[in-house]
């Protein structure tokens, strides 16, 4: 009789399993592109009043960030459960890999028993990894699942997009006169449209997300439903959406734990109170794990802040930027709740890149005409100039984050303290953003690029750090060292120090003029390229010539390969008019070509335009 109880248990279905196991659902309301500019976070201006009956039932955290401010990075960093420069997926539209023994999180939800749904954007940098949903598209619901199976549910809603703050025409609600422009905007009609248009967004979107909750409560499931709420990056607005300060990573999330499920809540939890604690996305992948029962991996690079299996909160929040649509970046930034620290590797180019798709934004537009024209004051003009390696913000005297304190004798500690936790993480998690994307791939080949990192063979990556920290100062007493870093022969040391001639300008240029034309020759398109634009832009006439040339060939997708020639046609960009006898030639090269991923095949065609004036 025994065996036969047994057998029959083998052949009841999971679900029914779990419905005796008592295993809570769980359920996602995430908005796109906006900060905590919500009421219950004391937004004067705001209209949102579910979201803000949510928060007064539950628990909002003060200090929650979305590690990149831009949707698809962020979002790898929540579906994977590691830093994206970990594994390759910093950059925006980028298809990285994960090891085989890795899985995205929910599919180990799935494996529990959960009925996982997703409605309805994925926009990972990374390949799907078995399956991952029960149901990802526009009718994703709980209510497909079974009978008492428990469910994990996204709700994704899209009407807060920066693209949406752009489109006309639109009635603001919002009075734009009394809208909260920042001090780093210009306060002209059109931004004030801009913003009250945006909060507009979020009214609506707040009325989607009650009707999520009133769902559960009408279908009985609210006692038994975990629920958290936030938005996917900062707003939409330009010096938000894509810059890595406080005003693109900080979001709102919003957590309630029903009394029955009480003792998964977080430690601190109280109805209707705050978190001080530091939380941010690489948090949700081991937090949902930890809720489910599921034991969190070692390879996962946050903490559970609720369930079994909580843990302290880490020092500091962590944010990054690399490539955004079809512009190159390198910058880290940190912050420990009070001060934000941002490092940036390429300081010769400014926050504020000219990317097609942000410039749709009025906003966009009308400020970087006004910086142009020099009618930006100082404050609003730093978003368009280049920048200073090191920035340091103290958020609770500057909330807008526009006086730089990094070389205030007063913060001297503040700022080495940040730097060294930066200059730790990276080691930490395997940093690859010191290399150019197109070896981040090249070097993995045969693996992965979490597994090349890790691998000392094939990612030197302290001796490539400390050549790209010093290039990246911008200091002349370094260039005996960057005449090393040019004969190096890992080629990632050899781009760095030929960024660190490029950075250092003419002079550093005029004494390794014999490196950098050696460098010309280089099969790593990287050395190669930033060679080209240095000899160009400070070469002589024969020089600038074969650089040209050198630099022409490099953006051709069909013969380059696309990281290559949206690096070539980044850097022929910068030379502006000294590249105008590229012109004819440019308006000849291919832009596409097969086995580009996504919609990264149109960037090149975007750069392209832009350097002709199109």
């Known amino acids: 009789m025994r065996k036969l ?32 500019h919500l009421g219950c976070y004391g937004d004067k201006y705001a209209d949102t009043p579910n979201l803000d009956a949510l928060a007064a039932k ?12 831009v949707c698809a990075p962020a979002r790898t960093t929540i579906i994977s459960g590691i830093f994206p420069p970990a594994i390759g997926g910093q950059h925006m539209r980028s298809e990285s890999v994960l090891p085989a023994a890795f899985k995205m999180f929910p599919v180990y939800l799935r494996q529990r028993g959960y009925y996982c749904t997703n409605n309805s954007k994925e926009d990972y940098n990374l390949k799907r990894t078995g399956k991952v949903w029960d149901q990802s598209n526009g009718k994703a619901h709980w ?10 549910s996204v709700f994704n809603f899209t009407v807060s997009h920066e693209s949406k703050i752009r489109s006309r025409p639109h009635t603001a609600v919002h009075d734009p006169a009394e809208a909260p422009v920042p001090s780093y905007h210009p306060d002209r009609p059109e931004v004030r449209q801009d913003w009250a248009q945006y909060y507009d967004n979020l009214t609506t979107m707040d009325k989607q997300a009650g009707r999520i909750l009133k769902q559960l409560d009408e279908e009985g499931l609210a006692e038994d439903t975990i629920v958290l709420y936030w938005g996917d990056h900062g707003s939409g607005m330009p010096r938000s959406k894509r810059t890595p300060l406080n005003s693109g990573l900080q979001v709102p999330l919003i957590v309630h734990v029903p009394e029955k499920w009480k003792a998964l809540a977080p430690s601190e939890y ?96 009308i400020w970087h005409e006004m910086f142009l024209n020099g009618e930006a004051n100082p404050v609003q003009s730093a978003f368009w100039q280049p920048r200073q390696p090191e920035e340091l913000y103290d958020l609770q005297s500057d909330k807008d984050e526009v006086v730089n304190l990094a070389g205030n004798p007063e913060h001297a500690e503040t700022l080495k303290k940040m730097r060294t936790v930066i200059h730790d993480w990276q080691l930490e998690i395997r940093d690859l953003g010191f290399l150019p994307e197109g070896e981040i791939h090249s070097r993995s080949e045969g693996s992965s690029p979490y597994e090349m990192g890790h691998d000392p063979a094939k990612y030197p990556l302290k001796k490539i750090q400390a050549a790209a920290e010093m290039a990246s100062m911008k200091q002349a007493d370094n260039l005996p060292a960057l005449q090393k870093d040019l004969q190096a022969d890992d080629s990632a040391i ?57 630099l022409i060939d490099s953006a051709n997708i069909a013969d380059s390969g696309v990281y290559s020639a949206m690096f070539a046609l980044n850097a022929i960009d910068e030379l502006s008019e000294i590249a105008d006898p590229l012109k004819p030639q440019l308006k000849e090269l291919p832009t596409k070509a097969k086995d580009v991923p996504g919609r990264v095949s149109s960037y090149c065609g975007r750069l392209v335009g832009h350097i002709l004036g199109d």
């Open 494 to 550: 050899r781009f760095w120090g030929a960024l660190g001639v490029l950075m250092l300008g003419q002079t550093a240029a005029d004494k390794t003029t014999d490196q950098l034309q050696t460098l010309l020759q280089d099969k790593a398109y990287g050395p190669r390229v930033v060679a080209a634009e240095t000899l160009a832009q400070y070469g002589s006439p024969e020089d600038r010539e074969k650089s040209l040339q050198v």
């Open 143 to 152: 209510r497909g699942r079974q009978e008492g199976q428990p469910f994990f």
């Open 270 to 365: 109280q109805v209707g109170g705050d978190s001080e604690r530091l939380v941010s996305f690489i948090d949700l992948a081991p937090t949902m794990l930890s809720l489910a029962g599921v034991k969190v991996p070692d390879w996962m690079q946050g903490v559970p802040f609720m369930g079994k299996q909580e843990k302290p909160a880490k020092p500091y929040m962590y944010g990054f930027r690399g490539r955004m649509d079809e512009r190159y970046d390198l910058v880290r930034s940190c912050s420990d709740g009070r001060y934000v620290y941002v490092r940036n590797f390429l300081p010769y180019k400014p926050h504020g890149q000219i990317l097609w798709y942000q410039m749709e934004t009025p906003t966009t537009r």
């Open 5 to 36: 109880l047994a057998l029959a248990l083998l052949l009841v279905s999971p679900a029914l399993l779990l419905a005796d196991q008592q295993l809570p659902n769980i359920v996602w309301i995430s908005s796109e592109d906006n900060g905590p």
């Open 58 to 69: 539950g628990m909002k955290y003060l200090h929650c960030w979305s590690n990149a401010p």
